[in-house]
């Protein structure tokens, strides 16, 4: 996958076929859209494009309402390339970006530096000064210049419409399960294994404590997780929170891998939220803690035994 930090690095390209948007998370709304690129592409001889924008506009325009990116813009660019995308151009979005109106962003840009023959976005797509572009402007400047346009219509999974802001929310109430069902996998977060306080080892239940740059990290609480590093996946139980037993004070991710024992520290690692199980407690005593942690190891393989079934 070729990526572009500018239009104006870019070179020709065979029959492009875009689509524009932020895609944080890649939800399954997301990839309906990037199947019909890649649908057209393959019909016309052409180049699958994603076009995204850096820093997410929602962080100017809207600071208040942009509460944490689900992926971060690494890990997006790995998804996107997996997806079969061919070309990603990642648009500063500036003030000359912000003050371009629709018309010039579709005659300067999409057509004067891309040369797109297709164009298909989502139902909500705006684009130019503020927000003055919508699926109807570009329907009418597609027909204009002889272009091919589509749109994918709201996704909706069991009453819920599938979007960005919706599987944020969903993450910071806890709601992993859900969060994971609209994002098409399980909802995951990336970091490396840091030294600890040791507690762990003490209660029975070693535990490695993540580092990791994510913005959004799901509720306080305890969740049926899977830890996978070196290429291989591992059922686990996963903490967040401050350690309330202990009067902890700052929020830690600890995860327990269950009927593992190895040196974990300085790998990478990636934590997979399949269920909350509960909310964080504080316990009266150690004793109650050590047994509470072994209910929430029985619920774990319970779980995946029935995942396996």
């Not at 076009?51 to 990116?69: A, C, D, Q, V």
């Not at 996963?238 to 327990?256: A, C, M, Q, R």
Request: charged letters at 25%; a neutral charge.
């Amino acid at each position: 996958m070729k990526i572009f930090y500018s239009v104006n690095e870019m070179y020709k390209f065979q029959n492009p076929v875009l689509t524009i948007g932020n895609y944080d998370g890649i939800h399954i709304g997301h990839r309906q859209i990037i199947k019909k690129v890649l649908d057209l592409a393959k019909k016309i001889k052409g180049t699958t494009m994603l076009m995204t924008f850096e820093p997410h506009p929602l962080s100017i325009l809207k600071p208040e309402k942009l509460i944490g990116r689900i992926t971060p813009f690494h890990v997006k660019k790995r998804i996107i390339e997996e997806t079969g995308i061919e070309v990603v151009i990642v648009m500063n979005f500036n003030e000359e970006l912000r003050q371009m109106s629709p018309e010039d962003f579709f005659n300067k840009i999409l057509i004067g530096k891309i040369g797109i023959k297709g164009l298909i976005v989502g139902y909500d797509f705006k684009f130019g000064k503020g927000g003055a572009g919508n699926i109807h402007t570009l329907k009418t400047l597609c027909e204009s210049a002889g272009i091919y346009f589509d749109f994918v219509d709201a996704i909706t999974f069991e009453g819920d419409k599938v979007g960005s802001n919706r599987i944020r929310k969903l993450l910071i109430e806890g709601n992993v399960y859900r969060a994971s069902k609209l994002l098409g996998n399980w909802y995951s977060i990336e970091g490396r294994v840091i030294k600890g306080e040791g507690r762990g080892n003490k209660l029975g239940f070693p535990t490695i404590n993540i580092e990791t740059g994510y913005e959004i990290i799901p509720k306080e609480g305890v969740y049926i997780t899977e830890v996978e590093f070196d290429s291989k996946r591992y059922p686990s139980v996963t903490n967040i929170g401050f350690n309330p037993t202990f009067e902890g004070k700052h929020l830690s991710i600890e995860t327990y891998i269950i009927d593992f024992q190895g040196d974990m520290y300085g790998k990478d690692v990636i934590i997979y939220f399949h269920e909350r199980i509960r909310a964080e407690i504080k316990f009266n005593d150690v004793e109650d803690l050590k047994r509470q942690i072994q209910i929430d190891v029985n619920s774990a393989k319970l779980y995946f035994q029935d995942l396996v079934l």
